[in-house]
């Protein structure tokens, strides 16, 4: 089979090597993939939201699959595009894709659901924010409805805040919608729960908890991710039951009366307090870089997935797990979330010697004739495997040294709940 992935992040990188090793599997082709899928697949330089040209090399490919890592060309409608020219993808269509295009659409399924979730209002005009301030408790969070490139959250522990920052917003500060949520702040820990879903079943994908803060200790502006680690041990057995019964089971079938089941991965994003799950976000796609934690433990070929999915026979396969944890530090440039320098070279990537259970997911990074230099803010995925979240760490943090990339900087503390509070946890996880 020929294979299309849609996507140039750490997280496609993944993708692209766990598709690799599919038996089933005789070329990828990446959508434009990046300097390290490069060496595993046919990189293509194409806008991702230009579905026509993606359907002409899709055909020029004779691609028989395609798979989409990013959110945006899902909720673009890119699966829909796709079927109605006849083409196999794995990914929800364009209104199941609004779990996470509209946090209004997705709060409201749970509010005529009873899915647990952060008290709320929907606001599109300025008499609404001020009614909702005239009882609520600081801080309160702001919420664009539309995709924001991860900057449409905002924390507020002022009335004057909440009104800036909602005032933005309804003066168009992102081009995908101008109403805002208004939410109660949840207390707690938080965590991520992964299913892949067809028309008639979900299985499990995986537990991860991710740091969303650029610097250590949780503070600095939020990121797209800086390091993640699998599985997390806060996602006990009943805490797991309760996230199927009260959430996920609610949502899919809410969608499915809607008369548009939900397929693809489903990022279920939590707040847990007092062992209660508590929705804060659906993701309609991996995590970034969840998935370069999640994907180094999976055992079943990752093909014969998503071929499951696509016929909805989900139900009739085993995913099986390596019973390993999972730890990615993402190696950043210099500046970033803020402004940061691109084209920096980064020389001793071949020096660095990875042993099983080892590796390097590239993201940010392009060939400028024969060097690898970078070209975002994340840059590379350091991730390995192995029964202990210190030790796992530790080699983490020795291959960045030894890649000794000048322009670099990352976290060093990924993994500080696990690690901190007790390496030998005895809390139940099961996988
Ligand atoms: P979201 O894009 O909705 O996931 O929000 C981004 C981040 O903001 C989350 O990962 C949380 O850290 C934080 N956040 C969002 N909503 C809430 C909430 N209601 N209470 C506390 N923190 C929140
Ligand atoms: N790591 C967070 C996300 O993928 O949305």
């Not at 395609?66 to 945006?72: K, Y």
């Not at 900057?151 to 909602?166: A, E, L, M």
């Not at 800086?226 to 599985?231: E, K, L, N, T, V």
């Not at 970034?288 to 990752?302: A, H, M």
Request: hydrophobic share 35%; proline share 3%.
């Amino acid at each position: 089979m020929n294979i299309g992935l849609i996507g140039s992040g750490g997280r496609e990188h993944a993708l692209c090597k766990k598709i690799s090793l599919s038996r089933l599997v005789d070329n990828i082709i990446c959508f434009p993939g990046n300097a390290g899928t490069s060496k595993i697949a046919t990189n293509v330089d194409v806008n991702i939201l230009n579905f026509k040209k993606i359907l002409k090399l899709i055909k020029f490919y004779k691609i028989d699959l395609v798979v989409v890592g990013p959110e945006e060309p899902l909720v673009k409608g890119i699966v829909n595009f796709l079927k109605k020219n006849k083409v196999k993808v794995f990914g929800p269509n364009k209104y199941a894709a609004k779990l996470e295009g509209s946090k209004a659409f997705m709060k409201m399924i749970c509010a005529q659901n009873n899915i647990p979730t952060a008290k709320f209002k929907i606001c599109n005009k300025k008499k609404q924010i001020n009614d909702f301030l005239k009882n609520c408790k600081l801080p309160v969070v702001v919420k664009a409805d539309g995709l924001a490139a991860g900057k449409g959250v905002t924390i507020c522990d002022t009335k004057k805040k909440v009104i800036k920052h909602s005032n933005e917003i309804l003066m168009g500060k992102f081009a995908s919608s101008k109403k805002l949520i208004l939410e109660e702040f949840l207390e707690g820990e938080e965590a991520s729960y992964f299913v892949i879903v067809d028309n008639n079943n979900f299985k499990f994908f995986g537990t991860a908890q991710d740091h969303k803060r650029v610097y250590e200790k949780d503070k600095g502006p939020n990121t797209g991710g800086m390091g993640a680690y699998s599985p997390a041990p806060i996602v006990t057995k009943s805490l797991e039951k309760k996230i199927i019964s009260k959430i996920i089971k609610p949502t899919l079938n809410a969608l499915k009366k809607k008369k548009n089941p939900y397929t693809g991965f489903l990022y279920v994003g939590l707040m847990i307090k007092k062992n209660e799950p508590y929705l804060i976000e659906y993701n309609i796609r991996m995590g970034d870089p969840e998935c370069q934690v999640i994907l180094p433990r999976l055992k079943t070929d990752i093909i014969k997935i998503f071929e499951k999915a696509i016929f909805n026979k989900l139900q009739s396969i085993k995913i099986k797990w390596i019973k390993k944890k999972s730890m990615t530090i993402v190696l950043c440039s210099r500046g970033y979330p803020g402004k940061y320098k691109k084209n920096s070279q980064i020389k001793n990537l071949n020096k660095v010697k990875l042993s099983k259970g080892d590796y390097i997911y590239h993201a940010g990074t392009k060939y400028i004739d024969d060097k690898i230099v970078s070209s975002g803010g994340r840059v590379l995925n350091i991730t390995s495997i192995g029964n202990n979240f210190l030790k796992i760490r530790k080699k983490i943090i020795s291959n960045i040294k030894r890649l000794g990339w000048k322009n670099g900087f990352h976290r060093s503390d990924i993994g500080w709940r696990v690690i901190n509070k007790n390496e030998n946890y005895k809390r139940h996880f099961k996988r």
